[in-house]
């Protein structure tokens, strides 16, 4: 049910950050749909399924907000090949309040999601100074307001999404080169694949680090270290410590 009535909210938030996303009055849209119908139907199924990979606590709002967001910046990218900051900025500071107000109704971590953006933040930075112009500004900016909420999860869902981003934009730039998309000299939005290396991390990052240390544990003549034992928690609820 709690599905359900999220994703007729989604239908309408889809619909609303499209108008906000291109500046086009509601006439315009009506008349011209263009990618409206695209961002409505994802917004509503990205709703409809956000509580079944977090916690239908405070917190949920602040990952609704999130999506919608995320959504909107990825479908942007597509189309333009640009981050705005009209939508970035001010989709930051609100998913950063509602997601540290959330944390503190539910006794849930602030540090560690802050402390996550920085992380993710710094990290896109270096890279883009050092493939100088490999990588946009805007997807280093959004790189904070991704390591917040995967940060907030645990550590290892951050380092699952920065892995998981990689590896998409690799093999979507491949898949594109192959069959003749694109060529090599031109450029790759990689907004979608930071956002869809977040989403995966969220809902499997669990899973996939389990998965991970069961694999390199497989070799039992050779012991493991002790401290690289014991598994982490194979589990998607919010890391605690």
């Known amino acids: 049910m709690v599905s359900l009535a999220l994703a ?20 315009s849209i009506r008349q011209h749909p263009g990618r409206t119908p695209t961002a409505a139907i994802v917004t509503a199924l990205l709703f409809a399924l956000t509580p079944l990979a977090v916690d239908v606590d405070w917190v949920l709002p602040a990952y609704l907000w999130f ?23 001010p989709g930051t500071v609100i998913g950063l309040v509602l997601l540290l107000g959330g944390a503190i109704v539910e006794d849930g971590p602030l540090v560690r999601p802050l402390a996550g953006g920085v992380i993710y933040f710094l990290l896109l930075l270096v ?3 050092i493939a100088r112009g490999g990588f946009g500004f805007g997807d280093v900016k959004l790189a904070f307001l ?23 934009g690799g093999l979507v ?29 969220v809902v499997w990052a669990g899973t996939i680090s389990t998965w991970y240390l069961d694999t390199a544990a497989w070799d039992t003549e050779r ?14 609820r919010v890391s605690r410590s």
Request: aromatic share 12%; glycine share 6%.
């Open 173 to 201: 730039s491949a898949i594109l080169v192959v069959f003749r998309i694109r060529s090599r000299k031109d450029s790759f939005p990689f907004g979608p694949s930071l956002v869809a290396g977040a989403y995966l991390a």
């Open 67 to 89: 999506v919608a967001v995320t959504v909107t910046l990825t479908l942007t990218d597509i189309d333009t090949k640009l981050i705005p900051n009209r939508i970035l900025f």
């Open 146 to 168: 991704l390591g917040l909420f995967t940060a907030y999860q645990s550590w290892e869902t951050l380092i699952v999404a920065v892995f998981a981003a990689f590896l998409l």
């Open 127 to 129: 890279l883009a100074l």
């Open 8 to 27: 007729v909210v989604g239908l309408l938030v889809g619909v609303i950050a499209e108008g906000i996303a291109t500046d086009r009055s509601f006439s």
């Open 223 to 236: 012991p493991m270290p002790r401290w690289f034992s014991d598994p982490l928690p194979h589990c998607r």
